[in-house]
């Protein structure tokens, strides 16, 4: 589970270089140490402001956006599927009565993209 604060900026599916550094470590680093990979599941997740369709849209872009930066460093398209799951799968709730900023940090973890990888180790 990659975090949006070092992934992407708020409202934004654009990786930053924090996310590409964690990618690579936390990603690439362990495709290595399957002698294949029958397939990596990524899932963008957002936080629950703004509608579900907006949501759903930027979820996908997230993920969408690590399946661009994974192709790059060689892991195969055909393995790769992913989807967005918008405002469905919260992991933190936050007071509404909270300030707009307030808000958005405290809900930060919501934000995040989930990469699942399968695949028999060496």
């Given amino acids: ?6 992934t992407f900026a708020f409202n934004k599916a654009v990786l930053t270089k924090s996310a590409r550094t ?6 690439i680093g362990k495709l ?4 294949e990979v029958k ?5 963008g997740h957002t936080d629950r402001l703004g509608s579900q369709s907006y949501n759903q849209k930027l979820s996908e872009k997230r993920a969408s956006a690590v399946q661009s930066y994974l192709t790059g460093k060689g892991v195969k398209a055909d393995v790769i599927d992913t989807m967005g799951a918008g405002k469905t799968q919260p992991i933190k709730s936050c007071d509404d009565k909270l300030g707009r900023k307030a808000l958005i940090e405290c809900l930060a973890p919501s934000r995040r ?7 028999p180790a060496r």
């Fill in 32 to 35: 290595g140490t399957c002698a």
């Fill in 113 to 119: 993209v989930t990469v699942d990888v399968k695949g």
């Fill in 39 to 43: 397939s990596v599941i990524i899932t």
């Fill in 22 to 27: 964690n990618l690579d470590s936390a990603v």
């Fill in 1 to 6: 589970t990659l975090a949006a604060d070092s």
